[in-house]
């Protein structure tokens, strides 16, 4: 079955420091695959998604992933976090076999430190 | 860019209530979801719809139901509300096919007491 898996439940920071968040997924076909961020008490905002093409996709606010196929995993970056970054995120992959519904991973909620 | 409207922030209701959750989009997606999200459990799928008057259980559908009467609305009904039900709701709408990624609302806390 499809899954995805964000190892980290929560990740501290310095602010200006860099991040990486985590990302596996379990997917037999090629995977789309998106980032999402939820700030407290808000709905979730895209970030950025990978269809196909360049491994490295560029996203909003900043942020980075990469895509590799051969690790599974599509981890998300960004070179240096402001404190405005706190936040959960979420990773989540398209099931296609679903219409496309997505499958999401449990979330790694993001702590800056000043 | 679509937005999605949830009509509650935030919800107070008393155990044994019926409780309406309305959910509207404003660029005639056929694809809308319900889900809920409680810490640790991460987004469950409550009920899924691909046009009016059609809906899908998800994953976790029992005490709930829903209504599409008109593309842009999709309601999410507790039938008689329970403490466990407690959580944030958060409802999503997409563009059929195209695994565009969902747009979300800003999600309705509920309270039930």
């Known amino acids: 079955a499809q899954s995805v898996t964000q190892p980290d439940i929560h990740i501290t920071v310095s602010e200006g420091a860099s991040l990486e968040l985590r990302c596996n997924y379990s997917y037999g076909a090629t995977p789309y695959l998106f980032w999402y961020v939820q700030s407290p008490g808000q709905g979730l905002q895209l970030l950025l998604k990978?269809?196909?093409?360049d491994t490295l996709v560029q996203g909003i606010k900043g942020f980075e992933a990469e895509f590799k196929r051969s690790q599974s995993s599509f981890n998300l970056r960004k070179p240096s976090v402001h404190w405005s970054d706190a936040a959960e995120y979420f990773c989540?992959?398209?099931?296609?076999?679903?219409?496309?519904?997505?499958?999401w991973g449990a979330g790694t909620k993001l702590i800056i430190k000043p | 860019d679509v937005k999605v409207t949830q009509s509650s922030r935030y919800l107070v209701k008393r155990t044994g209530e019926k409780v309406f959750l309305e959910c509207v989009q404003d660029?005639?997606?056929?694809?809308m979801f319900w889900y809920r999200q409680d810490p640790g459990l991460g987004l469950r799928l409550i009920y899924f719809s691909y046009d009016v008057k059609m809906k899908e259980k998800g994953d976790i559908p029992e005490g709930y139901s829903v209504s599409r009467e008109k593309k842009e609305r999709f309601s999410l009904i507790l039938e008689s509300a329970s403490t466990n039900q407690t959580s944030m709701y958060l409802c999503a709408s997409i563009p059929p096919g195209t695994g565009y990624g969902y747009t979300f609302g800003s999600g309705t806390r509920l309270t039930v007491v």
């Open positions: 990978y269809f196909s093409g």
């Open positions: 660029m005639d997606h056929e694809n």
């Open positions: 989540a992959v398209a099931d296609m076999d679903s219409n496309y519904q997505l499958i």
